[in-house]
C-alpha cells in the first residue's frame, strides 16, 4: 500500500489504498524504504473498523513501533517476508500518444515524472521516433 496521508492520533495512523495483498489486525509490515518494521493495530474501511481488508479498498491503519515524522508520503507498507523493492534510477520505455504542434519534446529536457504519491524531477537521456 502506498501511503498517501498520515497523521497522529495517540499513535501513528497511515491512510491509502491497498494495491495487493491483504491487512489485518496483528499483522507485522515494514515501512519501505526505510524498512522499519511495524505492527498493525487496527484496520478502518471508510469510518468502519475492520479486521482486514484487502485489494482495492480504501484504508486507515493505526501502526505502533514508528513515528509519524519518520513516515513520508509515498513510503510504501510492505510484507516482512517479500517486501517491495527500492531503487534510486531506473530505465523506462515511453509512448507519447498526444504532442501538440508547437510543444518541443527533446533529450536531456527535465520533466516532471508522477507515480502513484511520488513526483520527481526525471532527465530523458535517449529517444527514438516510430511510427
Known amino acids: 500500500m ?4 498520515k497523521f497522529k492520533d495517540v499513535g501513528t495512523v497511515v ?10 489486525e496483528g499483522d507485522s509490515l515494514l515501512v519501505m524504504p526505510n524498512k522499519v518494521q ?7 474501511c471508510d469510518e468502519n473498523k475492520v479486521r482486514g481488508a484487502g485489494p482495492g479498498e ?17 513510503f510504501v507498507l510492505s510484507r516482512v517476508e517479500k517486501h517491495v523493492g527500492v531503487v534510486s ?6 509512448q507519447i500518444i498526444e504532442l501538440l504542434d508547437n510543444a518541443i519534446f527533446t533529450c536531456l529536457i527535465i520533466k516532471r515524472l508522477h507515480i502513484h504519491s511520488l513526483l520527481r524531477s526525471v532527465r530523458l537521456l535517449s529517444a527514438t521516433e516510430s511510427r
Do not use: C, P, T, W
Not at 15 to 24: P, Q
Not at 62 to 74: F, H, M, Q, V
Not at 89 to 94: S, V
Open 58 to 74: 480504501n484504508v486507515r491503519i493505526k501502526l505502533s513501533g514508528i513515528e509519524e515524522g519518520d513516515i513520508l508520503y509515498g
Open 38 to 44: 511495524v505492527k498493525v493495530i487496527y484496520v478502518h
Open 15 to 24: 491512510m491509502g489504498k491497498i494495491e495487493s495483498g491483504s491487512v489485518r
Open 89 to 94: 534510477e531506473f530505465d523506462a520505455q515511453l
Open 2 to 5: 502506498h501511503i498517501l496521508d
